[in-house]
């Protein structure tokens, strides 16, 4: 889920769902006297980006926080439907 080339809102969205692996990356800039990106800390390369959070398929966005899936999550039967963001690029995810 975390990836030095996310985008604000990648890193938005993560600080909306996890805060804690967020504050982690935070404390992990300070501890190691170096940044993810190579002008700005974290809080500032974030700064007032909207969330990429897409609310429109709760069950995902329970599973994505909750690491709980069923087998029939998985298995499909009939048309199977692309992810929110699917496909969308370098921008990835619902964003």
């Known amino acids: 889920m975390c990836c030095i080339f996310s985008l604000p809102c990648h890193w938005a ?12 990356f935070r404390q992990d800039e300070i501890r190691l ?5 190579n002008k700005k800390n974290l809080d500032e390369y974030v700064g007032s ?3 990429c959070v897409y609310r429109g398929d709760p ?4 599973q994505l ?5 069923s087998p029939a999550d998985i298995y499909q ?6 992810p929110a963001g699917a496909f ?4 990835g995810g619902p964003c």
């Open 65 to 69: 926080v909750t690491g709980q899936f």
């Open 59 to 62: 069950k995902a966005l329970h």
């Open 33 to 37: 006297g170096f940044t993810l990106d």
């Open 88 to 91: 969308k690029g370098s921008d």
């Open 77 to 82: 039967d009939g048309k199977w439907k692309f």
């Open 49 to 51: 980006a909207e969330s």
């Open 13 to 24: 969205g993560i600080k909306e769902l996890f805060p804690e692996i967020y504050e982690a």
